[in-house]
């Protein structure tokens, strides 16, 4: 089954960056779109930024303008570039592809946003 690993998160003070990466496997990684999610302690987990195999991007209001999405299908490796950071970004952050259907969590990458 597809395998997704994320890394990069890690504690940052506010107005900070981090940049997170996706590595995925056991998919054909350049076909689907793939999204960045986040999920903060007692939250649903949400969309924060989505990229199609052709490039286009879709950011969540909070995020936009601050985040940046973007994929290297010959890695199969998708990223997410947070600049801005805001206590608010605090959450666990995790990559998938929905369409048609989201695969199996990975474990995740936790972002802490704080000074």
């Known amino acids: 089954q597809v395998q997704l690993v994320e890394s990069g998160g890690g504690l940052v003070q506010p107005g900070g960056s981090l940049r997170l990466s996706c590595a995925a496997s056991?998919?054909?990684?350049?076909?689907?779109?793939m999204g960045w999610y986040r999920q903060a302690p007692g939250k649903q987990r949400e969309l924060v930024a989505s990229?199609?195999?052709?490039?286009?991007?879709n950011y969540a209001e909070s995020v936009k303008g601050r985040f940046t999405i973007s994929r290297d299908n010959a890695k199969n490796t998708g990223y997410l570039q947070m600049n801005s950071l805001k206590p608010e970004d605090t959450a666990g952050y995790y990559c998938?592809?929905?369409?048609?259907?989201?695969?199996?969590w990975g474990q995740g990458t936790q972002v802490t946003v704080s000074s």
């Open positions: 056991r998919i054909s990684f350049s076909i689907y779109t």
């Open positions: 998938n592809f929905p369409v048609p259907a989201l695969r199996p």
């Open positions: 990229i199609t195999a052709n490039g286009r991007t």
